[in-house]
């Protein structure tokens, strides 16, 4: 909008001339669009829980961290004691005709996996624990775990990279045809109190998960997440709202080439948001790194109106609360930022004035430093504030930037964010 009535001319720079030892394979751009953008705009007081990023545009691997949330009614969700059984199919010829019985020859020479033959594949298996199960042991020929393998598991937590295979798969030169192409199904009956439940998951590559009900009575179809697509490592959330009551939940994956996984985590509609988010709570999910060299954002998908609403000038005090932790490591930069050009330039002019006392309002943490409830000296939410008073009557907008070196650690999370006189 600086610019508008005016014309304009855009180029792409590429300045690769400060040192030969730095230069990489360069820079690809497409599909460049230019449109008349008409930004949301949030009015005060503005709320956000944390509970989906549905006013946020997150930047590289900003999203919902299941691990931290503040308040009650957070973490994973209490789905009953039972687990998920599974299965992985190795994605040979045989599943273009299920019917088979045997292997035939040749069909270890056509490994594919794509989007209509698995779903032609898995289409063919009734999905129930009893009947996916029935359905194997019925073809012997095929109990080898070179063409399946089963089990039961608490979670479902899967990481594959582009090596390594599903447990009991075979070794060495054996288990070729498990490093691509293979599929998966998970299923587990769950019994839940009435609420909303958010399920994530994180799948390379194609996803659907679906709940059923003893009636089938549930909405037909993939009704929670339905991605079945090739693509990379991708995150695809939804929330549904569930009576209290026993249900089937099924989930269904495969796997193309390169790099696999698939991750879900449950939880109930309470979160963070972080730059670097675990795929659930607890020991058994990996801590993940802040990404090294980084510079991104959590950014409001809008602009704040700050607008006096008719108030008393000096009664007109806008402020931004957050609650926050972090873990950051030397050279790193968790900064609070606004714009008042539509994000042209981002700047923290006055943000740290006027602190309330017992309220952290630096708008930039720095260093090797770190506010987390666990380890040897835990600690609870951090609250920090901004003031907001110099643009006032100005639509600006709001980011949390992350700027990483080398040192990188945990990262940084934010919740219970709040805009308001």
Partial sequence: ??????????????????????????????DIRIEFRQPRVFGLPFFDAAQNTSNWVTEGSWGLAPDYWRGSGGGPAALGPSTYNYWFFDC???????????PQTGDTSAIVCTTSNTNTFLNAIPRTIADTTSWLTSRPAWTTPNYYLSGTVTSVNNDFGTSTRPTGAATGSAGNTWDNHFMGRWIRPISVQSGEFTFITTS??????????????????????????THGRTVNLATVSLVAGDYTL?????????????????????????????????????????????????????????????????????????????????G???????????????????????????????????????????????????????????????NIGLRFRLVTGSDVRDGWWITDLQVNN
């Avoid at 304009?8 to 001339?17: G, H, M, N, P």
């Fill in 204 to 229: 390379d590559d194609g996803v659907r998960v679906r709940y059923e009900t003893p009636t089938n009575s549930a909405p037909a179809g993939w009704n929670i997440i339905n991605n079945w697509t």
């Fill in 332 to 394: 790193a930069s968790a900064r609070v930022e606004v714009s008042i050009d539509g994000g042209f330039t981002w700047i923290q002019t006055n943000l740290g004035s006027n602190c309330p006392t017992g309220v952290s309002c630096n708008s930039t943490i720095s260093g090797t430093t770190f506010r987390l409830p666990t380890g040897s000296n835990p600690q609870d939410w951090q609250l920090r504030s901004s003031d907001l008073r110099t643009y006032v009557n100005k």
């Fill in 92 to 102: 040979i010829q045989w599943m273009m005709n299920p019917a088979r019985t045997a």
């Fill in 1 to 30: 909008n600086v610019n508008e009535g005016e014309r304009i001319r855009i180029r792409f720079v590429l300045d690769a001339t400060q040192s030969a030892a730095r230069l990489l394979d360069g820079w690809y751009i497409d």
């Fill in 250 to 330: 099924v989930m269904e994956w495969f796997e193309y080439d390169g790099s696999a996984a698939i991750i879900l985590q449950v939880g109930n509609n309470n979160f963070s948001f972080s730059d670097s988010p675990k795929a659930g709570a607890g020991d058994t999910f990996p801590q993940v790194m802040s990404t090294s060299y980084g510079n991104s954002s959590l950014l409001l998908d809008g602009v704040l109106n700050l607008n006096n609403p008719g108030i008393a000038t000096a009664l007109w005090i806008p402020r931004l609360y957050y609650y926050t932790y972090y873990d950051l490591g030397s």
